[in-house]
């Protein structure tokens, strides 16, 4: 079973400032055909479902800012928010979509 | 457009078995590649994926609770069920329902059911 590890667990960025998290999985998640990554990102805001960011590991969704990116290879795999924003307070979650899903554990963005 | 929504009880006693059942507008499990996940997230705690079922009735279950779940899915009323055996305290969390396909992750999510267990 793939484990999908994320850190830090928390961070605390300045308004403006690049938050990066990171996000490793125990295993391979290529999808060969398309030399693709099955690594989402989804960000949770209070009271709120989760909300898809970025699939594919680097392919934003429709309606997403371009503040956020997403990056990697092999097994590791980045989330950074370019300039922080009020609005981007939030927990962050990884989540492999390789045969059977699997969440990483969260990682808490917060303003210093 | 695409809505889900997550419906059953709000409060069940150890040892009983949950039935949440997921009904969602907007898609057909009769399409090719199309699949229901559920998700659950325990009051201030991470996202735990459940179980998911997809169009031609393959079903996936989470290792770790597998003996436990079954899913199940009714095309024509257009709703998943999932139902969770020997419930207990530390099952308390909010269950999600969200759409997926065979190569893709989860969205858009329903806005999730607490359900809260009693010892």
């Known amino acids: 079973d793939i484990v999908m590890t994320q850190s830090p667990d928390s961070l605390a960025v300045s308004l403006g400032e690049r938050a990066t998290i990171n996000c490793k999985s125990s295993q391979s998640i290529l999808y060969s055909p398309s030399n693709k990554y099955y690594l989402a990102w989804y960000q949770q805001k209070p009271g709120q479902p989760p909300k898809l960011l970025i699939n594919?590991?680097?392919t934003r969704e429709s309606g997403i800012p371009d503040r956020f990116s997403g990056s990697g290879s092999g097994t590791e795999f980045t989330l950074t928010i370019s300039s922080l924003q009020a609005e981007d307070v939030a927990v962050y979650y990884c989540?492999?979509?390789?045969?059977?899903?699997?969440f990483g554990q969260g990682t808490k963005v917060e303003i210093k | 457009q695409i809505t889900l929504k997550e419906s059953g009880p709000a409060l069940v006693k150890s040892t009983q078995t949950l039935t949440l059942t997921c009904t969602f507008s907007?898609?057909?499990?009769?399409?090719?590649?199309?699949?229901v996940g559920w998700i659950r997230q325990p009051p201030g705690g991470a996202l735990e994926w459940l179980a998911l079922i997809y169009w031609d009735d393959d079903k996936r279950y989470s290792p770790s609770l597998r003996s436990r779940l079954t899913i199940t899915k009714d095309t024509f009323k257009n709703q998943v069920v999932l139902t969770m055996t020997n419930m207990d305290p530390v099952d308390t969390a909010t269950y999600y329902c969200?759409?997926?396909?065979?190569?893709?992750?989860?969205?858009?999510w329903g806005q999730g059911t607490l359900v809260t267990v009693s010892s």
């Open positions: 989540q492999s979509h390789y045969r059977t899903p699997a």
């Open positions: 969200a759409l997926t396909t065979v190569i893709t992750s989860f969205d858009p």
């Open positions: 907007g898609f057909s499990l009769t399409t090719t590649g199309v699949g």
């Open positions: 594919w590991a680097s």
